[in-house]
Structures are given as structure tokens and as C-alpha cells.
């Protein structure tokens, strides 16, 4: 398979407390991108880092990229209920966007 | 921002039938574009990528007969599920390939 993995698969977590999610890929890339989706609703670009940056920060979305370990995580500080989704990694890989398994992120209030 | 609008956002169709799915780049011109098949709890499989004026590129392991895709035009990608089974119930998702924008998905139930 092209996908890489992500951990954890799901994550379950209180209102205010932070969320890290883990990604890893196979191949070389110029960009990662991190994606959300509500269940059963299509697919929210959250952010893109670039091959030549570490980190970017997008809100209280942080991402973080290191290409030798060809690994990325995503952190979503102070964590509301309304960030209850399904979160994705994706990389380009021969033109074509590949996803990650994704992780269910839960957000109990 | 680009917008992809898909159609239909949920259908149910008996089995043996078949049922086209629409992805328009809303303002914007899409020589290309990928769709997606998604089982529940799954992350997304990309089934092939559709080029205007050309035919359609499809990954390993999916019947290009039973999925027709058509990009007849800039604005315009299909996907037919042909003679549908219940196995091909799933959730399709088109995304334009230079925007990263994806359509809202269509919900296929075959009973």
C-alpha cells in the first residue's frame, strides 16, 4: 500500500486538553498536508507544509514536519468539542494525493 | 476559494443498476481530478484520476468497466458504478488536483 500510517488511530480526549496526532510516509516529498473531515462530510484542508519547513502553525493547529524520519504530527491545543472529526494526512506521490489511515479524534465536553 | 460542487450528496439504488456521481470545479477550470472510495471507518482510496479530453487513469485493482469516469469538459468529471452491488456501497469523493479541494461526497447505498 502508498498510505502511510497514522497514530493513533483513535484518540479520546477532554475539552481544553491538547491532541497529537502522528503521521509517517514512504516516500520523498516536496509537501505534507493535513486534512479534517466530519463523519460522513467531505474533506477540510487544514494546513500544508513544506518539504524545507519543521514546523507551522495555523490557529490552534501546530504541524510539524521531519523529513528524515519521514514523519509529521498535528497538534490541536485547547481542544473543543466542535474538533470531533477524523483527521488525515496526505502526501503527493507519483501526481496522485495519497492519505493516511486518519485518526478519530473524540472531544468529550 | 475554488469550490467543487459533487452531486449527489447521498443516493440509494438497487442492485444492478447505475448511478452517476458529478463533480463541477464551480470557478475554476479542472483538467484533472481524483476520486476517492471510502468504507466506513477507512481512510480514503483513491480509485483514479480523470483527465479532460482523455481517458481516465485507474489505480490497481479497480474495474475501469465497472466505474466509468468521463471528464468530457473543464468543469466537468463522472463517475458511473455500473450494474451497482451492494459491496459497491461506499462513500465517493472527488478533489481537484491543484487546488486540494474536494467535493462534499456522495453516500452510495445499494440495496
Known amino acids: 500500500s502508498q498510505q502511510g500510517e497514522e497514530d493513533p488511530q483513535a484518540l479520546s480526549i477532554q475539552e481544553g486538553e491538547n491532541a497529537t496526532m502522528n503521521c509517517s510516509y514512504k516516500?520523498?516529498?516536496?509537501?505534507l498536508q493535513w486534512y479534517r473531515q466530519n463523519s460522513g462530510r467531505g474533506l477540510v484542508h487544514l494546513i500544508l507544509i513544506r518539504s524545507n519547513e519543521r514546523e507551522k502553525h495555523s490557529g490552534r493547529l501546530r504541524v510539524t514536519l521531519d523529513t528524515s524520519k519521514k514523519s509529521s504530527s498535528l497538534l490541536i491545543t485547547a481542544s473543543r468539542a466542535a474538533d470531533t472529526a477524523s483527521y488525515f494526512c496526505?502526501?503527493?506521490?507519483?501526481?496522485?494525493?495519497?492519505f493516511g489511515q486518519g485518526t478519530e479524534l473524540s472531544v468529550k465536553p | 476559494g475554488a469550490v467543487v460542487s459533487q452531486h449527489p450528496s447521498w443516493v440509494i439504488c438497487k442492485s444492478g443498476t447505475s448511478v452517476k456521481i458529478e463533480c463541477r470545479s464551480l470557478?475554476?477550470?479542472?483538467?484533472?481530478m481524483f476520486w476517492y472510495r471510502q468504507f466506513p471507518k477507512q481512510s480514503l482510496m483513491l480509485m483514479a484520476t480523470s483527465n479532460e479530453g482523455s481517458k481516465a487513469t485507474y489505480e490497481q485493482g479497480v474495474e475501469k468497466d465497472k466505474f466509468l469516469i468521463n471528464h468530457a469538459s473543464l468543469t466537468l468529471s463522472t463517475l458511473t458504478v455500473t450494474s451497482a452491488h451492494p459491496e459497491d456501497s461506499s462513500f465517493y469523493i472527488c478533489?481537484?488536483?491543484?487546488?486540494?479541494?474536494f467535493g462534499s461526497g456522495t453516500r452510495l447505498t445499494v440495496v
Open positions: 478533489s481537484s488536483t491543484g487546488s486540494y479541494t
Open positions: 470557478d475554476f477550470q479542472a483538467t484533472t
Open positions: 496526505a502526501t503527493v506521490q507519483g501526481g496522485k494525493l495519497i
Open positions: 516516500t520523498s516529498i516536496n509537501n
